[in-house]
């Protein structure tokens, strides 16, 4: 039988937590990229586009993480794909994180005064055009703590990932734990790496949203 | 070959899934009290310069934001037993939920005391009203006003979270879920039905906190 020293245990959840990190980053990028298109339909001035975008936030909002995870994985293979557990739950992360960042986004876009938009449109400029040079500059700097207040949750959203078979953080907890009998300890280690990863982003978006406030 | 839905093979499961849902909700009604309770009390204490109270608070506020739920629930349920502190599932799930709730909420009513004007409790200073009413009546019913809003999500994304607890075997929708798949192999019939129960159950809740919340700060105007 393999004994595991407290360095093995220590070893392995950094290994795993490589994983988390990865998963989290590709949510985070995949779910800003569908969440902009996303941002884009919900602010439309087409109203069958905003209904649809809106319902797409509500379903995803409104629903646990781990369902949309289980329709997902199952859904995908009623297909006859076989997918394997990280695509998955890369999939699943990126769309509830885009429909999260486009809710997010949309407060900070309604923020920008109305007068931006009509000075925009008096200079004939097309909708996409008024996003992109006159809004989303100015919705950006809004924008910026939240968003990174949000990444904490997509890499704690990661830990249930763990439920449909993806080895990171807490699934190689679970497994350490069985081979150890030492939930305490394991646990316990699992919680202080999620920690490590998430309180820097915690701190740095509570300093941001200090930093954009005194500046207005 | 195209997969063909078939729905009726969750008929005759209804027992289990009212009876998951019931259990769901009351998870969330203890989580929701006893959290919030946790939350006014920790925004009390984190209002004033008591020297080890506030910063204890702090962390504990702290820890419980940047961990995620599911490995505070693992830790209570299979760490706590190494401290001789044993819980049932139920047990377990409902204190997982109230310490991640309380943690939350002590965050966002903090928000809410700390737009309190100053000169509102020196108007209640003034008036001689004791430091316990000054909170009660000046600081905190205000403060649950303005932060209502917030605090109704945040009770929302609990209940949604509760799903995970099924993993500790606490008999909730998702748990009767697993189970019913694991009868029947219509995984993502059953997932989907559950999903949109659990839309239809945040919905409600939503609808519910925001009437609770007419109900309690609305009247208080006239009276």
Redesign the interface.
């Known amino acids: 039988m393999v004994e595991f020293a407290f360095s093995d245990i220590v070893w392995n959840l950094l290994l795993a937590l490589r994983w988390t990190a990865l998963l989290s980053v590709v949510a985070f990028i995949g779910g800003g990229a569908v969440g902009l298109l996303v941002l884009l339909a919900r602010l439309s001035s087409r109203r069958w586009l905003r209904r649809l975008t809106r319902g797409y936030i509500?379903?995803f909002q409104?629903?646990?993480?781990?369902?949309?995870l289980?329709?997902t994985f199952?859904?995908l293979s009623?297909?006859g794909l076989d997918v394997p557990a990280w695509l998955a739950a890369g999939l699943a992360l990126t769309l509830f994180t885009s429909a999260f960042l486009a809710e997010i986004w949309r407060g900070c876009v309604e923020a920008v005064p109305r007068g931006q938009w009509e000075a925009s449109s008096s200079l004939a400029l097309t909708y996409l055009e008024q996003m992109r040079w006159v809004i989303l500059p100015q919705a950006l700097r809004l924008a910026v703590a939240p968003t990174i207040g949000f990444s904490?949750q997509v890499v704690?959203?990661?830990?249930?990932t763990?439920?449909i078979g993806f080895v990171e953080l807490?699934k190689a907890?679970?497994m350490i734990?069985n081979a150890t009998f030492?939930?305490?300890l394991v646990?316990?280690l699992?919680?202080l790496f999620?920690?490590l990863l998430?309180?820097p982003l915690?701190l740095c978006a509570k300093s941001l949203e200090r930093k954009f406030h005194a500046a207005r | 070959m195209a997969y063909q839905f078939d729905f009726s093979s969750l008929s005759g499961y209804g027992d289990l899934l009212a009876k998951g849902a019931g259990l769901t909700v009351s998870l969330t009604v203890v989580g929701g009290l006893a959290g919030v309770a946790i939350g006014i009390a920790g925004a009390w204490a984190r209002s004033r310069p008591v020297p080890v109270l506030a910063p204890v608070v702090a962390a504990y506020v702290e820890v419980i934001r940047n961990t995620p739920f599911l490995v505070q629930l693992f830790f209570l349920f299979f760490g706590l037993p190494a401290l001789g502190i044993k819980l049932g599932e139920f047990q377990a799930a409902a204190l997982a939920m109230v310490v991640n709730l309380g943690a939350y909420s002590t965050e966002i009513i903090r928000a809410g005391v700390q737009s309190i004007p100053r000169g509102q409790i020196e108007a209640a200073m003034s008036l001689a009203m004791t430091p316990l009413q000054i909170f009660r009546h000046v600081v905190l019913i205000p403060a649950l006003k303005k932060i209502w809003p917030a605090l109704s999500s945040q009770v929302v994304i609990v209940m949604l979270g509760s799903s995970v607890c099924s993993q500790i075997a606490a008999e909730e929708l998702t748990f009767a879920a697993n189970f019913i798949q694991s009868r029947n192999f219509r995984a993502f019939e059953v997932y989907f039905v559950v999903t949109a129960l659990y839309l239809a159950l945040s919905i409600l809740l939503r609808w519910l906190l925001s009437r609770l919340g007419q109900a309690l700060f609305e009247r208080r105007r006239h009276g």
């Open positions: 509500e379903v409104g629903t646990p993480l781990l369902m949309q289980f329709l199952f859904g009623l297909v904490v704690k959203g990661t830990a249930v763990s439920i807490t907890g679970t734990t030492q939930p305490f646990y316990g699992v919680a999620y920690f998430c309180f915690s």
